[in-house]
């Protein structure tokens, strides 16, 4: 192997290894680690008993969250679901994630009048000042229903650290 072929394959390996790190949990967990001790016996169960359909499984088994038609409801049934103890209600929080928006990309910070991120909010966490100015408010529980809801895709969401 060449000096370069392994400086590559070492980049790449960070990028995955970092990728994984990015994942949206459910918010059900009080232990991270449990993810990668205790999924692997488990057959997904938490995504089958997700109404909303947002609950995927990567390739380490591990669940994840993904916003492309709805968002959570802080239903309980994931955890319900969960029989390794990875999810429990008892360690309901809220999704540790937070959500923006870009203004760059938004339509009504491009004065067109749109109110689709604000629309699907169950929280109401999103104020418009002035009428074309939204801005996301501490009401924002990061339950991602705006995210796809958005024309633009100027609602975007960064996991937590």
Known sequence: MERRELFSSLASFHKEEKKQ??????????????????????????????????????SDKTPYLLFLKNGCTYCDKCAEACAFGVLSVEAKHQIAATVTINKEKCLSWDHTMCFSCKDP?????????????????????????????????????????
């Open 121 to 161: 909010c169950l929280e109401n966490a999103i104020d418009f000042k002035a009428m074309f100015m939204p801005q996301i408010d501490d009401k924002c529980t990061a339950c991602g229903f705006c995210l796809s809801r958005c024309p633009t895709d100027a609602i975007e969401i960064k996991v937590l650290s």
């Open 21 to 58: 790190e990015e994942f949206i949990r459910p918010p059900y967990y009080s232990d991270l680690s449990l993810f990668h001790n205790e999924c692997s016996k488990c057959l997904g169960s938490c995504a089958a008993a997700c109404e909303e359909d947002i609950i995927f499984i990567a």
